[in-house]
């Protein structure tokens, strides 16, 4: 149901997108989220964008990561600048979603950021 793209390796400084396509009969999106898990760490919540356009950050990206979707394509992106060796972590897309049979949240498959020093 979503699949998300755009993981890799860069160096401290650099820059990387992530994207996230949800396919599917969908009647609304309600929110579109990204979270990481660090190795050997939990899950954590990175970014959250709502339906009214309303985006969250957490502490550690705020400035650095911009969440963005395009509405037409059901996808959500991450842009995400002056990266970090701390940012390594595999990413995944969240998306709460209104389909033909169901309101509930869908997991993308977590693509792998690796940022070296």
């Known amino acids: 149901q979503l699949q998300a793209s755009g993981g890799g390796l860069v160096q401290a400084g650099g820059s990387l997108r992530l994207s996230c396509a949800a396919s599917?009969?969908?009647?609304?999106?309600?929110?579109m989220s990204w979270y990481r898990q660090p190795p050997g760490n939990q899950r954590e919540l990175v970014a959250t964008?709502?339906?009214?356009?309303?985006?969250t950050y957490a502490d550690s990206v705020k400035g650095r990561f911009t969440i963005s979707r395009d509405s037409a394509k059901n996808t959500v992106y991450l842009q995400m600048n002056t990266l970090k060796p701390e940012d390594t972590a595999v990413y995944y897309c969240?998306?709460?979603?209104?389909?033909?049979?169901?309101?509930?949240?869908?997991w993308g498959q977590g693509t792998l950021v690796t940022v070296s020093s």
């Open positions: 969240n998306m709460n979603l209104r389909t033909l049979t169901a309101l509930r949240d869908y």
């Open positions: 599917g009969a969908i009647f609304r999106i309600n929110t």
């Open positions: 964008l709502t339906i009214t356009g309303t985006t």
